[in-house]
């Protein structure tokens, strides 16, 4: 029975591959999985993986911290032993494949977004180093958008094969269209993703304050200290429901119960709220970046404006709120359409069931 090494940092990421884990249980591999704990950890092994518990930050900048993250891997890859190892997210693509590379064990790489690695400077230019050595032996370093995947070609980063895939797709049997919300009392605007700067935040309650109508829902975790005060004020002074970090279902609930989703971030490999909202068949107002501009349609799926640009962010709204209901439900049905043939999550497991076999079959 072959064995499959999962590796990310959070398990609240795992969600976005659980179909593909599915898929590998069921054609007989052992799946293990390494990321800290959580409460999302028990579901992964309900559905049939091992967890192999990892001491990560993935924000952390610790030189002596990554050195620690680089030795679990290597505990961890010496323990389970497996024939591949699929990393996800900075830190574990770059510890992992280390630990790989020095094991000797297969692994394929998954740039889900540049996050820090975006930001021109010394860290950037660290990170792209570090890279270069970490996929040297990779058999695959998947790509979710094409920005991404062409600034990784063009810095040499990467020594082997690469594929372009659309993000972490969506399973569009779970993200079903919902029937459109009446407008009789008005409009309800949803954006759902970490609290901090990078995300868009700042855009998003500037964007508010200038409005100052229509209902505005935010759902997820504060992780920056300074939005935390930033948040509860603008819930006091504006039409705003703040409603915390919510579980996945209580999201597509959210979801369901909107009219538009807003993605205000500054960044993305490919934002899975907008696919999701997109196949639930509600359109999307997006900043206008890589991960956002594949996944919605300027004009027919949803709105795209330059990111960071606030009176663009709040025009676009009022544009979306100006348009008759039907005209909205409609470009809501359009989005989904445009998910069921661009980014049916089966595409994203396909290709990965792909390379795997590939790999196995070098491997004999």
């Known amino acids: ?21 599915e898929r590998l249980i069921a054609e007989n591999y052992r799946v293990v999985v390494s990321c800290t704990d959580g409460p999302l950890v028990q579901r992964l092994r309900a559905a049939g993986c091992e ?5 990560i930050n993935r924000r952390g900048r610790n030189a002596f911290g990554d050195i620690s993250v680089f030795l679990q891997y290597l505990r961890i890859i010496k323990k389970t032993r497996p024939d591949i190892v699929l990393t996800y997210t900075v830190k574990p693509n770059i510890y992992a494949s280390l630990a790989c590379r020095l094991l000797r064990t297969p692994y394929i790489n998954n740039i889900t977004g540049l996050g820090v690695i975006g930001q021109k400077g010394i860290m950037q230019k660290l990170l792209f180093m570090m890279q270069r050595v970490a996929f040297k032996r990779s058999s695959c370093v998947f790509f979710q958008n094409q ?20 993000g972490s797709g969506v399973n569009v049997s779970r993200f079903v269209p919902t029937e459109y919300p009446s407008d009789q009392h008005g409009l309800r605007f949803l954006t759902v993703g970490r609290i901090r700067r990078d995300k868009g935040y700042d855009d ?6 200038m409005i100052n109508r229509h209902e505005f829902h935010i759902a997820g975790a504060v992780e920056d200290g300074s939005y935390a005060k930033k948040t509860a004020d603008i819930e006091r002074e504006y039409p705003v429901v703040y ?9 597509r609930e959210l979801i369901a ?3 538009c989703l807003i993605h205000p971030s500054h960044s993305e490999g490919m934002a899975n709220v907008v696919l999701e909202s997109a196949s639930s068949a509600r359109p999307v107002i997006a900043s206008d970046i890589p991960g956002c501009r594949e996944s919605v349609e300027d004009g027919a799926t949803g709105y795209l404006y330059p990111s960071g640009d606030v009176a663009a962010l709040a025009m676009m709204i009022e544009r979306f709120a100006s348009l008759p209901h039907e005209q909205r439900r ?35």
């Open 1 to 21: 029975m072959p064995t499959i090494l999962l590796t990310t940092v959070i398990p609240e990421t795992m969600l976005f591959r659980l179909e593909l884990i």
């Open 51 to 55: 967890h192999q518990r990892i001491k």
């Open 147 to 166: 920005s991404d995947y062409d600034l990784y070609r063009s810095q040499r980063i990467c020594g082997g094969f690469t594929r372009l895939i659309p």
């Open 204 to 209: 998003l309650f500037a964007a508010v304050k």
């Open 243 to 251: 409603h915390g970090p919510l579980e996945h279902e209580e999201i």
């Open 257 to 259: 119960q909107s009219h």
């Open 330 to 364: 409609q470009m809501g049905l359009a989005g989904r359409k445009k998910i069921e043939s661009e980014f049916n999550r089966n595409i994203v497991i396909d290709a990965y069931m792909e390379e795997i076999t590939k790999c196995l079959g070098e491997q004999r």
